[in-house]
C-alpha cells in the first residue's frame, strides 16, 4: 500500500523510503518482540502526520467531494 501512495496522492519518492524504512522495522519488532526507541517513535509520529497534511490537502485540490 506504501508504494502505491506514489500512484494515488504523488506522494515523493523520499517520503516513500521514510514509510517503507517503518515498515520494515516494525515487521522487525513483529519477529522479534523488542522494544523500539524513542526516537524512531517520534519519527514516525511525524511522518504520519505529514502524510495526514499531504493526503488532505492532496484530497481538497483533487477531490474535493471526498474530502467533505
Known amino acids: 500500500m506504501i508504494q502505491s501512495l506514489v ?3 504523488e ?3 523520499d ?3 521514510l ?3 517503518f515498515r520494515i522495522k516494525r515487521n522487525a ?3 522479534t518482540g523488542d522494544d523500539i526507541d524513542e526516537a ?3 519519527e514516525c509520529i511525524e511522518a504520519v ?3 495526514l497534511q499531504w493526503v488532505t ?3 481538497l485540490d483533487n477531490k474535493p467531494d471526498l474530502a467533505e
Do not use: A, K, P
Open 7 to 9: 500512484h494515488t496522492v
Open 11 to 13: 506522494l515523493g519518492r
Open 15 to 17: 517520503r516513500i523510503l
Open 19 to 21: 514509510l517503507e524504512t
Open 29 to 31: 519488532i513483529d519477529c
Open 40 to 42: 524512531s517513535v517520534d
Open 49 to 51: 502526520e505529514h502524510l
Open 57 to 59: 490537502r492532496w484530497l
